[in-house]
């Protein structure tokens, strides 16, 4: 007979002390961390834990015993369940705080190097209907909430529903009334297409054993009032494609470009299959104000599986502030790593001497150069591959060594291989965008070998969330002097080791490197009276 499993705790009175990693909000409970979704800095909060790890629990809330101060009523009424949203019940100023206080964290616990004051958070006017893009999907087993009143009778008769994926859940969609993300039509196009499908009957997605006809909704739009609507469907049903498509058509005129995609692979991405033209263009189009005001204004198209940042007008406020860090002489070679459709290139192409974009996506790389013609941009130049690979002493021989770097580099940060091309190159400055603080920090505890920190500016991309995107300037540090070899001798009381430069005859610093290890050569950056603080160039291979 298996062991019984103890049953977890129901945590009672727990004080919520601040909002966390993911959204979830954190309080602490016999020495370990109770991470708890939907809950409020200032909550006192019964929570039930329903996953239990070595240093922390997970848990749900059961009962709000006292609602924190910060906490406002939520718009949406699907609040609490769709993943979207998660920080709807706290105040917008409160939202910003704690995203200052997530890149001020990210910098002190990870990177743990200096830094100047962080700048106030750039927030968005929009905190809602922001998004230029969603994707819904479709499913013939929607989830039903507790709320459903059909949830007591047995179950409702129809089981359709067309939404947003359960926070984690590939297989559990919530049924949406109104999403307060993306600005009508959207809401009506959706809701309009769900009761089509349901008079008609076309049958809804079941992702367990991938039948039914209707898959996925993409819809996107555009500050110029351009509006982009793909259907993706299980197969090719002609007549109830075009039935559906045809409804689409005459029911919303301001569609600008109508598209499908007949998707019978197993998992959702359509990067890989044609998308089909029904009606319109097969693009829409994006325009950003300049870098510099007097300049005219940028054009972007963007096609049906092209990238582009999804809160268009902070997007203008992220590259601004990058433009503004770079400060541009005009005479510059610069390298715009991750440049994804060459958005930023394209952006400062005007500013510099040349800049030069990569990114893996070949398809993005196409958009870039589409782009930079669109702009009568002529200084740009796009190559397409995997950065960790394509950057290397042989690309900066060809291309020129960089004045400028500016990187934008998916959640995951930069690879260790491009970190370490970026310190070979040595440009004199470094703009790093990332939409991750924390793994922005490793990086820039890696580039500290070489490179200061002279500005951080976080900037608000996603109202009602807890992702926040963070612009720092990198400035190569002015070498104080350099020495041969070195030693590094005993270990002091706090653990660090003495360090003996042989060729300087009594300078000591403090390292953190073993003692013992043998040192080739090192520079001293922080030079006063004496050696504070070390650079190894080489360590010895004997120990
Ligand atoms: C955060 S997006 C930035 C896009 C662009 N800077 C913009 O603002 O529109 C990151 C980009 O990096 C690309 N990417 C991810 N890993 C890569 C790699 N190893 N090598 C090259 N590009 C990569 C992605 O395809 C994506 O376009």
């Given at each position: 007979m298996?062991r019984?499993?103890r049953?977890l705790p129901?945590i ?6 601040d909002a966390?990693a993911?959204?979830k ?8 961390v109770v ?5 409020a800095p200032?909550?006192?909060?019964d ?7 070595r240093?922390f ?5 059961t009962?709000i015993?006292q609602a ?7 718009e949406?009424?699907?609040?609490g369940l ?10 917008y100023?409160?939202?910003?705080r ?5 890149v001020?964290d990210?910098l ?6 200096p830094y100047?004051?962080?700048q106030q958070i ?7 209907y ?8 479709f ?6 909430t507790d709320f ?9 008769e129809d ?6 994926h359960l ?9 949406i009334e109104k999403?307060?993300l993306q600005?009508?039509?959207?809401n ?12 008609n ?5 079941n992702?367990?054993?991938?039948e ?5 909704m993409?819809i996107?739009t ?11 469907f299980?197969?090719?049903d002609a ?5 559906l ?9 301001e ?6 995609v ?27 104000p ?7 204004a940028l054009?972007f ?10 809160n268009?007008e902070?997007a203008?406020?992220l ?12 005479n510059?070679?610069?390298y715009d790593?991750y440049?994804?459709t060459?958005t930023i290139a394209?952006?400062?192409?005007r500013?510099?001497?040349k ?5 893996y996506?070949?398809d993005?790389?196409?958009d870039?150069?589409e782009?930079?013609a669109?702009n ?5 130049d796009?190559?397409?591959?995997d950065?960790?690979k394509v950057l290397?002493e042989?690309?900066f ?5 960089p ?5 934008d580099?998916p959640?995951?940060?930069?690879h ?5 091309q970026?310190?070979?190159?040595e ?7 990332s ?8 990086d820039?505890?890696l580039l500290h070998?070489k490179?200061?920190?002279?500005k951080?500016?976080p900037?608000?991309?996603f109202p ?11 400035v190569?540090r002015?070498v ?10 005993r270990?002091?009381a706090k653990?660090?080791?003495l360090f003996?430069a042989?060729a ?12 013992g290890?043998?040192?080739?050569d ?9 050696i504070i ?5 080489h ?5």
């Open positions: 298996g019984r499993k049953p129901l009672e009175n727990l004080e919520i002390i966390g993911e959204g909000a954190v309080g602490r409970w016999n020495e370990k991470f708890v979704p939907f809950a200032g909550d006192i909060v929570v039930q834990v329903f996953k239990k790890k240093s629990y997970e848990a749900k809330i009962r015993q924190s101060p910060l906490r406002i009523e939520p949406c009424s699907h609040f769709c993943g979207g949203c998660k920080w709807q019940h706290l105040d100023t409160e939202q910003l704690y995203k200052q206080k997530q001020k990210s002190d616990r990870i990177a743990k190097i100047p004051e962080i750039i927030g968005s006017d929009n905190t809602f922001y998004r230029n893009k969603l994707e819904y999907t499913s013939d087993r929607r989830w039903l459903d009143p059909s949830k007591e009778e047995g179950g409702p089981t359709n529903g067309l939404g947003f926070p984690g859940m590939f297989d559990k969609i919530l049924d999403c307060y600005k009508d039509p959207s009506a196009i959706r809701l309009a297409t769900k009761k089509y499908a349901l008079k009957g076309l049958t809804f997605y992702v367990r054993n991938w039914g006809l209707l898959r996925n993409i996107r555009s500050t110029t009032g351009d509006l982009m609507v793909i259907i993706i299980k197969e090719n007549e109830k494609i075009s039935g498509m045809n409804f689409l058509k005459e029911s919303f005129p569609i600008t470009s109508l598209m499908f007949i998707n019978d692979k197993k998992n959702d991405t359509i990067t890989d299959l044609e998308v089909q033209l029904f009606a319109g263009h097969p693009f829409i189009m994006e325009e950003m300049p870098a510099i005001e007097g300049q005219t054009k198209k963007i096609g049906p599986i092209s990238f582009y940042q999804t268009s902070q203008y406020k590259y601004k502030t990058a433009f503004d860090f770079a400060d541009f002489q005009g510059e070679l610069v790593l440049t994804g060459g394209n952006f400062i192409a500013c510099a001497k800049v030069i974009g990569i990114e996506v070949e993005a790389v196409k870039a150069f782009n930079a669109l009568s941009i002529e200084n740009v796009f190559y397409a591959g950065l960790a290397d042989s690309f021989e060809k291309h020129g060594k004045d400028v770097i500016i990187t580099p959640r995951a940060g930069m260790v291989n491009v970190v370490k970026i310190l070979v190159a440009p004199e400055k470094i703009v790093y965008v939409c991750n603080p924390a793994t922005q920090a490793r820039l505890a070998e490179y200061d920190v002279k951080v500016q900037v608000d991309m009602q969330t807890h992702h926040v995107e963070n612009v720092v300037l990198l190569r002015q104080g002097s350099r020495g041969g070899a070195g030693f590094i001798s270990e002091d653990g660090q080791v003996h042989t300087r005859r009594r300078k000591v610093c403090f390292t953190q490197k073993r003692s290890t043998m040192v080739w090192w520079i001293c950056y922080q030079n006063k009276r004496r603080n070390l650079n190894l160039i360590q010895s291979p004997y120990f």
